[in-house]
């Protein structure tokens, strides 16, 4: 049986609503990027859709491609500003696929010539950023937009 994680309230949905601080890159019609917590490698970004979707069985081809294509701008920003030579973009939908938050996200993680290309990341081996230095990575992203 496919299951989303429980979650009684949606951090995403706070960083969206301003509830919580977040170090937004972009802010769309549709979709939104922020810098992720846990920096697997620097400049690490989430995307989400700005309504509350819990999985890829929940977008419309619109929002696919809305998601996309921010994918790809924000792509091109990691590069120029930080020196990206590589990029991983995933996702996890259901519980047993890793997903721990229930609002679809896509991560996006440049990588670098010392990056461990074959390392899989797992959020609880990543203290969390301070939102300080989150918004200051935001900014150079944005500038490289």
Do not use: W
Not at 36 to 46: D, I, S, V
Not at 106 to 112: I, K, S
Not at 113 to 142: G, K, N, V
């Amino acid at each position: 049986m496919f299951q989303i994680p429980p979650n009684h309230r949606c951090p995403f949905c706070d960083y969206l609503a301003g509830a919580t601080p977040c170090a937004f890159v972009t802010r769309e019609r549709s979709v939104s990027a922020f810098m992720n917590r846990a920096q697997y490698e620097k400049g690490a970004a989430l995307l989400v859709p700005n309504a509350h979707l819990e999985s890829i069985l929940g977008l419309d081809r619109e929002l696919m491609g809305d998601l996309l294509a921010e994918a790809q701008r924000i792509a091109h920003a990691m590069i120029r500003a930080f020196g990206a030579v590589g990029l991983n973009l995933f996702q996890n939908n259901g519980v047993r696929a890793g997903q721990t938050i229930a609002h679809y996200h896509l991560h996006l993680v440049p990588r670098y010539p010392d990056s461990e290309s074959t390392r899989i990341f797992r959020e609880e081996d990543y203290p969390h950023t301070p939102l300080a230095l989150l918004q200051e990575r935001a900014a150079i992203l944005r500038d490289a937009l």
